[in-house]
């Protein structure tokens, strides 16, 4: 059973920093490329960034390039998302997934192709 299982979620001052990190298990996990979106109430799940699955090609949303940084390691089984000069918008539920490599010619934008999905992790920034 493949599972995704977020971490390092909380609650963070406008301004700082939070780093994010998933662990993968049930699946190989080098032959997926992850991504991290998020999902604020009443709003719609967004792409925030992903990663190939060698890291050589990485990919932001506009809102949060040169604050986010995504980054694996496939010894460890783990892609984490590190966070910093955190706004208000940036408070949502954020949710790490998986879509299989050979997908590499679809963006990674979109949420379709993405087989699993983690439970999510709540950032929350204050103002």
């Known amino acids: 059973q493949v599972q995704l299982v977020e971490s390092g979620g909380g609650l963070v001052q406008s301004g700082g920093s939070l780093s994010l990190s998933c662990a993968a298990s049930?699946?190989?996990?080098?032959?997926?490329?992850m991504g991290w979106f998020r999902q604020a109430p009443g709003k719609e799940r967004t792409f925030v960034a992903a990663i190939s699955w060698n890291g050589d090609i990485r990919d932001y949303a506009d809102s949060v390039q040169d604050r986010f940084t995504i980054a694996r390691d496939n010894a460890k089984n783990t892609v984490d998302l590190r966070m910093n000069s955190l706004k208000s918008e940036d408070t949502a539920v954020y949710y790490c997934a998986a879509r299989e490599a050979a997908y590499s010619g679809i963006s990674y934008r979109s949420r379709t192709n993405y087989a699993y999905w983690g439970q999510g992790t709540q950032v929350s920034v204050s103002s």
């Open positions: 049930g699946l190989t996990f080098s032959r997926y490329a």
